[in-house]
């Protein structure tokens, strides 16, 4: 990083932090409530500004998310209330693997972690009757998406005259389906919970009803087909 950055990045955390304490002075404000989360933004601020500098800092947009989530975690529980705040750390992961891979496209592995973190943070924001059943469909039919979509993406591939050739990859199939079948499993799991009996037995006599019109149709096609033809 080129001297002058350092120095405005430096020249600014200085200003924030003697602001803080002025105003802390004055009774203003209370430092202690969000020094933490200026130093996690100022970290975070950091390593963004090193991802953004040099392309061959890819590695500073991991830290960096995980800096800036912290901040936005300590934020949404300062400032607002409720369960699902951790949910903020996993979107920012996620966003900083996300990064990783729109600047080095070789680096296929990114999209796992940057899958994962999205589910993760999806099933943490889910309402506290999702929970057990429904939540576990949500993690591994998610899971699943994201092995089906690293299965998609190009790679490179071994071999050739220029080391360039490109292909996809077949192995991220496997997990894709062993994890779809258990989101399925506990998708039939979680509707046999929602369901009630009640209304169960009237989406039996629905089917039934169907089956019955069904059966009528078809026989009375084969009976119009049986004149016709004699």
Not at 43 to 70: E, H, K, Q, T, Y
């Amino acid at each position: 990083m080129k001297s002058t950055t350092i120095s405005i990045i430096a020249g600014i955390a200085l200003m924030t932090f003697g602001g803080l304490l002025l105003l802390d002075q004055l009774g203003i404000v209370e430092s202690g409530v969000f020094a933490p989360l200026l130093i996690f933004a100022a970290l975070g601020s950091v390593c963004v500004a090193l991802f953004i500098l040099r392309r061959g800092n890819w590695w500073a947009a991991i830290p960096g998310s995980v800096f800036l989530g912290l901040a936005a975690v300590i934020a949404a529980t300062s400032f607002t209330e409720g369960a699902a705040v951790g949910a903020f750390l996993f979107l920012f992961m996620a966003a900083g693997f996300g990064a990783v891979y729109l600047r080095e496209r070789t680096f296929w592995w990114a999209l796992i972690p940057c899958g994962v973190m999205s589910v993760v943070a999806l099933v943490a924001i889910l309402p506290a009757e999702l929970q057990g059943a429904p939540a576990a469909t949500v993690l591994f039919l998610g899971l699943a998406a994201t092995f089906g979509l690293l299965s998609v993406v190009p790679v490179r591939l071994p071999g050739g005259a220029d080391g360039s050739r490109t292909g996809r990859m077949r192995w991220p199939l496997i997990p894709a389906a062993v994890l779809g079948m258990l989101g399925v499993t506990f998708a039939f799991q979680s509707a046999v919970q929602i369901i009630s009996g009640d209304v169960a037995v009237l989406a039996v006599v629905i089917l039934a009803g169907l089956a019955l019109l069904a059966y009528g149709y078809h026989a009375r096609n084969i009976g119009q087909k049986s004149v016709h033809g004699h």
